[in-house]
């Protein structure tokens, strides 16, 4: 896959220097969340005068019966330690439950190779949400239907090809129109032609 001018975001898990450096190599940029795996890097991005650096993006959205602003904030960095870091981000999140009225606020934080005025924090924060997007659609769904972490398959590439397997089964149901993927499971589980017909197979 051709990387370069390309912007991959990464969660935590993948916020490694060696990734970092290989993306920088391959000439493509990242943006990468910052979680307490990097303790020193996080605590760095926290103490930050951010009450001091002005909004870059603002977001309202409403939907699934909750109400969530989102707030964007960059600051330039001359040496940040993480391969060709050139700008902090931080995000914070207000969800208010319209059921409940509670109010949740959330602090993330990430590190980009983006220099600063590259790209405006509207695309910056549409590139974020893209990620959260897949998060949720895709990796939640993994874990919650079909308990992919609590999977004894440890050994050699068998990890890897289940989790093809997994995202291939959530593939097929959305592009069967289906949102409940665990309802989906259920139905094509009781009966075998089922899948088949939704793969077109029969």
Request: one cysteine or more; proline letters at 4%; aromatic letters at 6%.
């Amino acid at each position: 896959m051709a990387l370069e001018n390309a912007v991959v975001t990464a969660d935590a898990a993948h916020t490694q220097h060696a990734n970092g450096l290989w993306l920088r190599e391959q000439g493509a940029h990242y943006i990468a969340v910052v979680k307490g795996n990097h303790p020193g890097l996080l605590k760095r991005l926290r103490k930050l005068p951010w009450a001091d650096i002005a909004l870059d993006h603002k977001d309202r959205t409403r939907g699934r019966g909750r109400l969530e602003v989102r707030h964007l904030k960059t600051a330039a960095f001359r040496h940040l330690d993480y391969p060709g870091a050139r700008q902090a981000l931080r995000v914070m999140r207000w969800r208010k439950d319209l059921t409940s009225n509670k109010i949740t606020i959330e602090r993330l934080y990430f590190v980009t190779s983006l220099p600063p005025g590259a790209a405006s924090g509207a695309r910056i924060a549409a590139w974020i949400r893209g990620h959260w997007k897949i998060e949720n659609q895709l990796h939640h769904v993994r874990d919650t239907t079909f308990a992919e972490d609590a999977s004894t398959i440890r050994a050699g590439r068998l990890p890897r090809v289940m989790a093809t397997l997994r995202n291939l089964a959530i593939s097929v149901c959305r592009q069967d129109d289906r949102t409940n993927i665990a309802a989906a499971t259920r139905h094509h589980t009781r009966h075998p032609g089922r899948p088949m017909a939704t793969l077109r197979w029969t």
